[in-house]
């Protein structure tokens, strides 16, 4: 090989790390918008559909090289964060990405209850087994038994070898095993059942052992939101409110447009979410007619950008309804 190929080599090298090689920097912009009701679906329920849309909207975080981190600079749509921002320290990229698929899964579960608490005479009436509803988070390095082998929408339906109809049967039968023995769950999810044993130990903070799960009782009906490939948790103001919108004589949105964001926890509250200015920008390039927002800091950034876009803070489950009602 001659000496000007030799000479190439680490050329060649250079232009190869520029262009593939990833930094540990990603992009944030904005995502897809996407419309809600369809992607529910309670079955055995009248649904009554809406003239209007509510659309959900998210960001999108995209890896970046070297020439796509000056370009991302020098792009005001978008933002550079650390990689540190995305993936927690002590974890991998594929634990961030079961992290982020957890949290939407919570947000479904949480959203149905919430609309299922006002509607459908629950949780008093309530099908058998009870649902995983989260896996809390555990301080850095630290990790409850559940942690990647349960998940937020998984239906416990036996416990070493116990029939679980109600919460209060789960409770009974989980203090009942002494603590130093291996509990054995029969789990459902996604349509496949699966036997998984675990054994308590100190936790999450807590110096008594625990399994590291919270529960609510199953759903009277079967339900399933397909969120594709968006993650995180800040979808579940919009899963509840197109649901409660398909269960309910009427039409909320009144023909408009309705996009949001949010978290929803089981009583009501809506969260802050990451990100709302780029769900702004997402939110109008669906043609939203309104755009519901968490109160405080989200509600005082998405001002800076919404433009002509009507903004409605919200704190609250209810506040959206009483918007929504009263504005149609």
């Known amino acids: ?3 000007r190929a030799f000479a190439l080599i680490p050329i060649a090298a250079l232009v190869v790390a520029v262009l593939v090689v990833p930094l540990p ?3 944030e912009g904005p995502g897809p918008a996407r419309e809600v009701e369809p992607r529910i679906h309670v079955s ?3 649904l009554y559909q809406s003239q209007g849309k509510f659309v959900l909207t998210s960001v999108s975080f995209l890896p970046l090289t070297l020439t796509g981190l000056v370009d991302a600079w020098l792009d005001p749509a978008q933002t550079v964060l650390p990689e540190s921002a995305l993936v927690f ?3 991998t990229q594929q634990h961030a990405d079961q992290r982020a698929v957890s949290e939407m899964d919570q947000s479904k579960i949480d959203a149905t209850y919430v609309v299922f608490s006002r509607l459908e005479g629950y949780p008093e009436r309530h099908g058998p087994g009870v649902l995983v509803e989260s896996i809390p988070e555990e301080p850095p390095g630290e990790t409850c038994p559940a942690d ?3 998940f937020p929408g998984d239906l416990i339906q ?3 070898g116990h029939e679980i109809g ?3 049967d789960f409770e009974r039968v989980i203090k009942a095993i002494p603590d130093a023995e291996p509990v054995t769950f029969r789990v459902s999810a996604g349509g496949q059942t699966t036997n998984v044993t675990l054994t308590r130990r100190p936790c999450g903070g807590s110096k008594r052992p625990l399994i590291g799960i919270s529960t609510v009782p199953n759903f009277p009906d079967d339900v399933s939101i397909s969120s594709g490939d968006i993650g995180g948790p800040s979808a579940g103001t919009m899963w509840a409110l197109g649901m409660y919108d398909l269960l309910t004589p009427g039409d909320l949105t009144g023909g408009r447009t309705i996009a949001g964001t949010g978290t929803i926890s089981a009583d009501g509250t809506v969260g802050p979410i990451g990100g709302v200015q780029n769900k702004i920008v997402a939110a109008k390039r669906a043609g939203a007619d309104v755009f519901l927002v968490p109160r405080g800091q989200n509600y005082d950034d998405a ?4 433009g002509d876009l009507p903004l409605v803070p919200i704190s609250s489950f209810q506040d959206a309804l009483d918007y929504l009602r009263h504005s149609g």
């Not at 001002?303 to 919404?306: F, Q, R, S, Y």
């Open 1 to 3: 090989m001659s000496r």
């Open 25 to 27: 920097y990603y992009s």
């Open 44 to 46: 055995g329920a009248t």
């Open 89 to 91: 320290p002590g974890e």
């Open 148 to 150: 990647g082998e349960l």
């Open 158 to 160: 036996r416990v070493n």
């Open 166 to 168: 109600s919460e209060a």
């Open 303 to 306: 001002k800076k950008v919404a």
